[in-house]
């Protein structure tokens, strides 16, 4: 599986302001049935949630059970 190098160009964004992974929601990784999202320290020491592998079958569970509303999947224009 491909390693996902930069974060904007992959399907699933996560917005690092409104992650709570500091506080030890794991939610969106744990919904994954690809098993793609990761936990990671940022810079700054907090955590975010962020996509490792470049794989995505646009199933939307993570986008709809984060508990803060901060991850977007960007559907292909022709899966829509
Ligand atoms: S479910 Fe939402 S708040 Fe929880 S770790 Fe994932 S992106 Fe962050
Ligand atoms: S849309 Fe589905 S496959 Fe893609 S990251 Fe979210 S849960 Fe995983």
Same mark, same amino acid.
């Given at each position: 599986?491909?390693? /996902?190098?930069?974060?904007? %160009?992959?399907? $699933?964004?996560? +917005? !690092? +302001?409104? =992650?709570?992974? +500091?506080?030890?929601? %794991?939610?969106?990784? @744990?919904?994954?049935?690809?098993? $793609?999202?990761?936990?990671? +320290?940022?810079?700054?020491?907090?955590? %975010? /949630?962020?996509?490792? *592998?470049?794989? =995505?079958? *646009? =199933?939307?569970?993570? @986008?709809?059970? =984060?508990? %803060?509303? /901060? $991850?977007?999947? !960007?559907?292909? *224009?022709?899966?829509?």
């Amino acid at each position: 599986m491909p390693l /996902a190098h930069a974060a904007s %160009t992959v399907p $699933v964004v996560i +917005d !690092n +302001d409104l =992650c709570i992974a +500091d506080k030890g929601c %794991t939610v969106c990784v @744990e919904v994954c049935p690809l098993d $793609v999202l990761r936990i990671t +320290d940022m810079l700054d020491g907090r955590k %975010t /949630a962020h996509m490792k *592998y470049d794989e =995505c079958w *646009y =199933c939307m569970p993570c @986008e709809a059970d =984060c508990p %803060t509303g /901060a $991850v977007t999947v !960007n559907i292909p *224009y022709l899966l829509k």
